[in-house]
């Protein structure tokens, strides 16, 4: 079946520090990828999604690239703010057959705090 | 867009009381799911529906657990009789019918029971 695996947290880092969060999957086929982002005490946002191979998801300066070849959709920002600390996901999406009956499968999520 | 919206945002209620947490999707959205989230267990699929239909219910955990989506605008999801092990944070989304635009979360419900 399809899974997600990202790499377990928590990531601690100081502010304006290199971030990347691992994130591959395995899936048949060409699954839509995403992040989401989960701020304390809200629910997850969309962050970022790529739909096929190659393609680059960017938002908020953080960054991810979908790679068919070694499975991957690692999350990445230059600089981190105070202001990213959060839960991120990284999920798939995959379809059932040809109708709408696809859903996301979700990572168990990395917890990132970033201190000043 | 009001978003995917969720209520109550927080239920207390003691052992044996029946709960409905309610959601009303987005419009023009087709499918709909109900997420639980824990420390213990993170995010679970409880059900999902498409065009108001369930298609999946195996991460309901038990027979106390029960969903419901009469219409295109309007869920429920109701546990009776609730058990301090189903305090969790209980999530609705919903999503187009287009591939690769992800779901769109609500705030969430903070259900306690003590």
């Known amino acids: 079946g399809n899974s997600v695996t990202q790499m377990e947290g928590p990531v601690t880092l100081s502010e304006e520090a290199f971030l990347t969060i691992n994130c591959t999957y395995t899936?048949?086929?060409?699954?839509?990828l995403f992040w989401y982002v989960q701020y304390p005490g809200e629910g997850l946002q969309l962050l970022l999604k790529?739909?096929?191979?190659?393609d680059k998801g960017s938002n908020k300066g953080f960054e991810a690239t979908y790679r068919k070849e070694t499975t991957s959709f690692h999350l990445e920002k230059g600089s981190v703010q105070v202001s990213d600390s959060a839960v991120y996901f990284c999920?798939?999406?995959?379809?059932?057959?040809?109708?709408?009956?696809?859903?996301?499968?979700f990572g168990k999520g990395t917890l990132l705090t970033v201190n000043p | 867009d009001a978003g995917v919206i969720q209520s109550p945002r927080h239920e207390v209620t003691e052992m044996g009381q029946e709960v409905t947490l309610r959601c009303k999707p987005i419009?023009?959205?087709?499918?709909l799911f109900w997420y639980r989230q824990t420390m213990m267990r993170g995010l679970e699929l409880l059900i999902y529906f498409n065009n108001n239909v369930p298609i999946d219910d195996s991460g309901m955990p038990e027979d106390r657990f029960s969903a419901k989506m009469p219409n295109a605008s309007f869920s429920t999801l109701k546990i009776q009789p609730s058990e301090p092990r189903d305090s969790a944070v209980y999530f609705c989304a919903s999503r187009p019918s287009s591939r690769g635009r992800g779901y769109t979360f609500g705030s969430g419900t903070r259900l306690t029971v003590v």
């Open positions: 899936a048949t086929g060409y699954p839509s």
């Open positions: 999920a798939l999406e995959k379809g059932a057959g040809g109708g709408s009956n696809y859903k996301l499968t």
């Open positions: 790529a739909t096929k191979a190659d």
């Open positions: 419009s023009g959205h087709n499918s």
